[in-house]
């Protein structure tokens, strides 16, 4: 929680006039072929100023609050390699959750599975695979061929099963996402963004913690060879998930997060030389972003933020809340530069419900994230009876006040 003497620092200023809140704008849907990427040497903008990073594409996120804290052609397409997985094995909790899977069910390898190439778990053909092993052969082992096995189950086919990830991406706001295979495995026009492979973790994350606990998993045994999970921060014990990957067009990528003391960052690195390189810019920039950056509770949702009068009101004032906690991410020594301003029409006309939206409530300030919050009604006003209203009428107009 947010201390006593951060409050009174933030400025807050209360009346003035507001207008409709304004929605962010939606960003278009669109399917682009993969840009030059910019110099490993440019640095990538975060609110702290520029920072340097190998990779050729970078973006860190706060969980939570959504807060860009680092970000390098984040919304440039990529290639992404196996982090295309995430998308797969989304798709495949979708039908746990949804009771189309069981985790004990087993499932048929086809000769096209077992030929696959690239990263393995190594299926058996003919035969067939547990379905929860089938997740450990493409959370920890990266198999190539799992992923075969998944998307032939669920769509009858790999290319039915594309489909299917392309509309999820839709569904998930992903806009620089195309997909043409289950594995990432080089295929002209298969691009990522790294926004977008951040949004489909936090995803994944949000919507099935009850399968999250995969991505944790060091090793892996299964038909007498055992692997170990590709990602370096995994292993170091400095993430609990979720992917790497390597290809030719993409160099070396790997999408990791963790939560310390509550707060959780997601972060997204691609392009970078050597599997050694990525593992030590994903530890260090991990480490930045907790270091240098923290989640604040600037307000909590039943914090009255000020008192609106109320015309003809059974009561003179209703108080303004926000309805819900108010946390951002701040860097740590510009915490007292936030201004929260509430703007609203005064006064109020009665009757005013309770939960209406009769405001808002803006953050803004230096390397503080400009964010918008509706202020709502705290309670109901209804309308004064006829003769009151009548009498606060007049001696509105008798007194001038």
């Given at each position: 929680?947010?201390?006593?003497?951060?409050?009174?620092?933030?400025?807050?200023?209360?009346?003035?006039?507001?207008?409709?809140?304004?929605?962010?704008?939606?960003?278009?849907?669109?399917?682009?072929?993969?840009?030059?990427?910019?110099?490993p040497t440019t640095p990538a903008t975060t609110p702290l100023g520029p920072v340097d990073t190998a990779a050729r594409w970078a973006f860190a996120t706060d969980y939570t609050t959504g807060a860009d804290l680092l970000d390098k052609d984040a919304d440039v397409a990529?290639?992404?390699?196996?982090?295309?997985?995430?998308?797969?094995?989304?798709?495949?909790?979708?039908?746990?959750?949804?009771?189309?899977?069981?985790?004990?069910?087993?499932?048929?390898?086809?000769?096209?599975?077992?030929?696959?190439?690239?990263?393995?778990?190594?299926?058996?053909?003919?035969?067939?695979?547990?379905?929860?092993?089938?997740?450990?052969?493409?959370?920890?082992?990266?198999?190539?061929?799992?992923?075969?096995?998944?998307?032939?189950?669920?769509?009858?086919?790999?290319?039915?099963?594309?489909?299917?990830?392309?509309?999820?991406?839709?569904?998930?706001?992903?806009?620089?996402?195309?997909?043409?295979?289950?594995?990432?495995?080089?295929?002209?026009?298969?691009?990522?963004?790294?926004?977008?492979?951040?949004?489909?973790?936090?995803?994944?994350?949000?919507?099935?913690?009850?399968?999250?606990?995969?991505?944790?998993?060091?090793?892996?045994?299964?038909?007498?060879?055992?692997?170990?999970?590709?990602?370096?921060?995994?292993?170091?014990?400095?993430?609990?998930?979720?992917?790497?990957?390597?290809?030719?067009?993409?160099?070396?990528?790997?999408?990791?997060?963790?939560?310390?003391a509550g707060r959780r960052v997601i972060l997204v690195l691609n392009g970078m030389e050597t599997s050694h390189q990525r593992g030590e810019e994903a530890e260090r920039l991990m480490e930045w972003a907790f270091r240098e950056f923290e989640d604040v509770t600037l307000?909590?949702?039943?914090d009255p933020v000020d008192r609106a009068p109320v015309w003809l009101g059974a009561a003179p004032s209703v108080a303004l809340v926000t309805g819900r906690d108010v946390v951002v991410t701040m860097p740590r020594q510009w915490q007292n530069k936030a201004k929260l301003?509430?703007?609203?029409?005064?006064?109020?006309?009665?009757?005013?419900?309770?939960?209406?939206?009769?405001?808002?409530?803006?953050?803004?300030?230096?390397?503080?994230?400009?964010?918008?919050?509706?202020?709502?009604?705290?309670?109901?006003?209804?309308?004064?009876?006829?003769?009151?209203?009548?009498?606060?009428?007049?001696?509105?107009?008798?007194?001038?006040?």
């Amino acid at each position: 929680m947010v201390s006593r003497r951060f409050l009174l620092l933030a400025s807050v200023t209360f009346g003035a006039a507001a207008g409709p809140l304004a929605a962010a704008p939606k960003p278009k849907h669109a399917a682009p072929a993969p840009a030059a990427p910019a110099p490993p040497t440019t640095p990538a903008t975060t609110p702290l100023g520029p920072v340097d990073t190998a990779a050729r594409w970078a973006f860190a996120t706060d969980y939570t609050t959504g807060a860009d804290l680092l970000d390098k052609d984040a919304d440039v397409a990529m290639v992404p390699s196996s982090m295309t997985k995430l998308m797969t094995i989304y798709i495949v909790y979708g039908m746990l959750k949804a009771g189309r899977l069981q985790l004990d069910q087993m499932l048929p390898v086809s000769e096209r599975a077992w030929r696959t190439g690239g990263s393995k778990m190594f299926v058996p053909y003919p035969g067939s695979v547990r379905v929860e092993d089938l997740i450990r052969g493409v959370v920890v082992d990266s198999g190539n061929d799992a992923c075969i096995v998944f998307a032939e189950a669920i769509a009858g086919s790999e290319e039915q099963f594309v489909d299917l990830m392309n509309q999820r991406a839709k569904d998930l706001g992903l806009t620089r996402s195309v997909f043409k295979n289950c594995t990432g495995l080089p295929d002209p026009g298969h691009v990522m963004s790294c926004r977008d492979i951040a949004t489909l973790a936090a995803a994944l994350i949000r919507n099935f913690p009850e399968y999250y606990h995969y991505d944790s998993e060091k090793t892996f045994k299964y038909n007498n060879i055992e692997q170990y999970n590709r990602n370096p921060l995994v292993q170091k014990g400095i993430a609990d998930g979720l992917k790497t990957g390597h290809t030719d067009a993409g160099g070396y990528g790997v999408v990791a997060s963790t939560e310390r003391a509550g707060r959780r960052v997601i972060l997204v690195l691609n392009g970078m030389e050597t599997s050694h390189q990525r593992g030590e810019e994903a530890e260090r920039l991990m480490e930045w972003a907790f270091r240098e950056f923290e989640d604040v509770t600037l307000l909590a949702a039943n914090d009255p933020v000020d008192r609106a009068p109320v015309w003809l009101g059974a009561a003179p004032s209703v108080a303004l809340v926000t309805g819900r906690d108010v946390v951002v991410t701040m860097p740590r020594q510009w915490q007292n530069k936030a201004k929260l301003t509430a703007q609203y029409t005064a006064p109020l006309a009665a009757p005013v419900a309770k939960g209406a939206v009769v405001g808002k409530l803006t953050l803004s300030g230096q390397g503080v994230p400009a964010m918008e919050i509706p202020l709502h009604a705290a309670d109901d006003v209804p309308r004064l009876a006829l003769p009151n209203r009548a009498l606060a009428v007049l001696t509105h107009y008798l007194t001038g006040g």
